[in-house]
């Protein structure tokens, strides 16, 4: 079954360095997101994006943030100068979009555990 | 906004059926979302209602009225495996990005 896939899995950095995940997207798919959850809370809408360009994004995700498509198969979301209350796991997603029901529906790759020190 | 709101955590015996409940507070609603949450993994797409009414998926299904701003998902012969947070999300507006409420843990035992 496709499946969307991160890397890293766990990283740890020192603060104010930039950080870069990375996802892979399931192969059809049209829009790609990024979401995160603070450990113990709930998850948080940080970015979509669609047609090579960001469609919404919610107030988490300022200046500091940035996503590319570097290719055609790669999303990457970067981190600059980090915080500590960055810290957190950061699931990037898919959805088809078609319009359908199916096509709505987010498929989570399995996270990456950012841990700033 | 949106406002989502469901236990925090739920009990259940092995074996057992369990309801989940979700309400929510939003306007232009397109769907309701449950997704299941092991500690420390991804969420897993269990249900996606846009329609009122119930939909069954094996031992797990979903209800919906939008009239009442209200979902549960209900899960049948409950396994230990079930154990998780189970998260409602709700889309709204002209969105499709589903808003997260903050998950009901369930916790089954023996």
């Known amino acids: 079954e496709p499946e969307v896939t991160q890397t890293p899995s766990h990283q740890v950095t020192q603060m104010g360095q930039e950080v870069i995940l990375h996802c892979v997207p399931i192969?059809?798919?049209?829009?790609f997101y990024w979401y995160r959850q603070i450990l113990g809370q709930k998850v948080e809408f940080l970015v979509s994006?669609?047609?090579?360009?960001?469609?919404?994004k919610s107030e988490i995700f300022d200046d500091q943030f940035s996503v590319e498509r570097p290719d055609g198969s790669n999303f990457t979301l970067k981190i600059r100068s980090t915080k500590l209350e960055d810290s957190a796991m950061y699931f990037c997603?898919?959805?088809?979009?078609?319009?359908?029901?199916?096509?709505?529906?987010?498929?989570f790759g399995e996270g990456s555990w950012l841990t700033v020190v | 906004g949106q406002n989502i709101d469901q236990p925090t955590e739920m009990t259940a015996t092995e074996g057992a059926i369990v309801q989940i409940n979700c309400t929510y507070q939003?306007?232009?609603?397109?769907?309701l979302f449950w997704y299941q949450q092991h500690a420390g993994e991804a969420p897993t797409f269990l249900s996606y209602?846009?329609?009122?009414g119930l939909e069954e998926k094996g031992r797990f299904s979903s209800f919906l009225s939008r009239s009442k701003g209200y979902s549960y998902l209900l899960l049948k012969e409950l396994q230990m495996k079930d154990s998780a947070s189970y998260l409602c999300?709700?889309?709204?507006?002209?969105?499709?990005?589903?808003?997260f409420g903050r998950g009901t843990s369930l916790i089954v035992h023996p």
């Open positions: 997603a898919s959805s088809a979009g078609t319009g359908t029901k199916s096509g709505n529906t987010i498929y």
């Open positions: 192969s059809n798919h049209l829009y």
């Open positions: 994006f669609y047609n090579n360009e960001i469609s919404e």
């Open positions: 939003t306007s232009g609603f397109n769907g």
């Open positions: 209602n846009v329609l009122d």
């Open positions: 999300a709700v889309t709204s507006g002209g969105s499709y990005i589903p808003t």
